[in-house]
């Protein structure tokens, strides 16, 4: 549940590219990965190591805060950049799709080499900041205060979202590019600003998905965003690709399932599991749960 | 005085010459019609005038200023609405949404625009709450011209839009064209259903493989036996 909340946030920035430019953003999982560094040196900018104590009060909802603005901040801005130096010329040119899935997969090496150089190999670790009490229990299942803090925050994200794509102009902007581009440009839509809104958009998600994972898995490493994107991904096809709502179910479906997989099966099987899930899904139900909505499908 | 003109204009479609050098002017307070048969480029004209296509030669001139280059979305405010080939709906909006997007660089409220549009279609008032992908195909045509009306505009283009429609309808809507037109709206009119749009325009062109072939007054055009035989599908006694 805590793992479907993050992968539904990432799944989130796959749905609103796709449903824009019909484009699968694979280096979507290195905007997560920037994010959670983004996240761990905002700590470390004002002191926070291993070593420290956890905050308390006051101070621990001010840092829980500054570690999601921060890694929302350097997955929105990593976002904007991929748009205008990967795909926007590749646009200009009328790029076949190809070349987009390329560049993409090209970016997501480049960044992961990057941080992999620049950081090292290793996994570095997130100073603890929520104790792992026990709140509450559900059938005899304990519920720790880290899973209820990032299942509400990310609900809060979605619900936040969902509003904006359904009530802001903007947001009336992204519909109607993503139904119907040529039309949309003669009603007045700049397709490239709503492009651009879109990355952000979904650049921001994926860095609040990597803030709240840096607070409740602790540990991010150069590859770690692979992973994670590609279980969003998962989620996001689940739920069908190019629907808001899809991301959200499929990602919560996703991380239920893989558990209830991991429980039966044994640990190790988790990621056949939710693989196989996707296997099974594209199979069965090409369009996913509720279908493609954001984009061109008949109402 | 002319509101639109377009000088020789040239479009291709990679190596395809889609139009070889189309010459129309419309003035203020016209209809238009653009007749002839599929493929002649009556749709690529129509996307040249408001900017999705780039001509390789020629101008366009609307409102005396070259608006050649001016990217699409810009050209709704100069004053350009666009009802698209095949209606251009938003499937998954509702029509009150699809009718915002016809607004969509115009701030404030939109009361008056709204009483427009409703008073020319009422039909739409009664499917306001309802997505644009669930209505009729007459429906969905008179959601795409109120979308378009929606802006003000002072030069409306409209493509095809009877096509696929029920006779009794098709009259339906070429009554309402006259009356945005008697409303003072300009009309630049793209039709296969020659006999009428040459009835409701004051002039016409007739578009061939890319060329205008044949233009003048819209009443004589009609009456043109060569014409008659080759658009209006009527064989003249000799």
């Given at each position: 549940m805590t793992l479907g909340a993050i992968y539904a946030l990432i799944a989130l920035g796959y749905t609103l590219v796709y449903g824009v430019l019909?484009?699968?953003?694979?280096a979507h999982s290195e905007v997560f990965m920037v994010g959670a560094f983004g996240s761990l040196f905002a700590l470390h900018a004002i002191g926070f190591d291993t070593a420290h104590a956890p905050p308390h009060g006051l101070v621990l909802v001010g840092v829980l805060v500054l570690v999601v603005l921060a890694g929302m901040i350097a997955s929105g801005v990593l976002a904007v950049v991929l748009e205008r130096l990967a795909y926007r010329p590749l646009r200009k040119r009328g790029a076949p799709r190809l070349a987009f899935l390329i560049t993409a997969i090209g970016a997501s090496l480049l960044l992961q080499e990057l941080f992999a150089l620049r950081y090292g190999r290793n996994a570095l670790a997130f100073p603890r900041l929520l104790a792992r009490s026990t709140a509450f229990k559900i059938f005899g299942a304990p519920v720790q205060v880290p899973q209820i803090v990032v299942v509400a925050s990310a609900i809060g994200m979605m619900l936040a979202l969902d509003r904006f794509v359904a009530n802001t102009k903007l947001g009336r902007g992204i519909r109607a590019t993503a139904q119907d581009p040529e039309t949309a440009q003669l009603m007045g839509v700049n397709i490239n600003r709503i492009i651009v809104v879109t990355f952000i958009l979904g650049g921001v998600l994926a860095g609040g998905a990597a803030g709240l994972y840096g607070i409740y898995v602790e540990t991010i490493r150069y590859n770690g965003g692979f992973i994670y994107g590609i279980k969003a991904f998962t989620a996001a096809v689940l739920g069908g690709i190019g629907n808001v709502r899809g991301a959200l179910l499929g990602g919560f479906a996703l991380g239920l399932l893989e558990n209830y997989g991991a429980t039966v099966l044994g640990g190790e099987w988790k990621d056949v599991f939710a693989f196989t899930i996707l296997v099974v899904v594209l199979m069965f139900r090409p369009t996913g749960l509720l279908g493609e909505q954001l984009g061109r499908s008949r109402a | 005085m002319a509101l639109l003109e377009l000088h020789d204009v040239a479009v291709g479609y990679g190596p395809i010459r889609a139009l070889k050098g189309v010459s129309i002017s419309v003035s203020v307070g016209e209809i238009v019609t653009l007749i002839g048969a599929n493929g002649a480029g009556k749709t690529t004209t129509l996307k040249t005038i408001s900017g999705l296509l780039n001509p390789t030669a020629g101008d366009v001139r609307f409102d005396g200023e070259s608006i050649l280059g001016v990217p699409a979305h810009q050209l709704v405010k100069r004053g350009i609405g666009h009802a698209p080939e095949g209606r251009g709906m938003f499937p998954g909006m509702t029509v009150t949404e699809n009718l915002e997007m016809g607004a969509y660089l115009h701030k404030g409220k939109l009361t008056d625009e709204f009483e427009r549009v409703f008073t020319l279609f009422p039909r739409l008032k009664e499917r306001a709450k309802q997505a644009a992908g669930t209505l009729s195909g007459g429906e969905q045509q008179m959601v795409a011209i109120g979308r378009a009306l929606m802006s003000a505009p002072k030069l409306l283009l409209l493509d095809e839009?009877?096509?696929?429609?029920?006779p009794r309808l098709v009259a339906q809507i070429f009554s309402i064209i006259t009356e945005i037109n008697e409303q003072g709206t300009t009309i630049l009119l793209v039709e296969q259903n020659a006999a009428q749009a040459l009835r409701r325009a004051s002039r016409a062109y007739i578009l061939a493989t890319g060329e205008v072939v044949r233009e003048g007054d819209a009443s004589d055009l009609a009456e043109d036996p060569a014409v008659r035989a080759a658009y209006l599908g009527i064989e003249t006694e000799t």
């Open positions: 019909r484009l699968i953003n694979f | 839009p009877s096509m696929g429609l029920a």
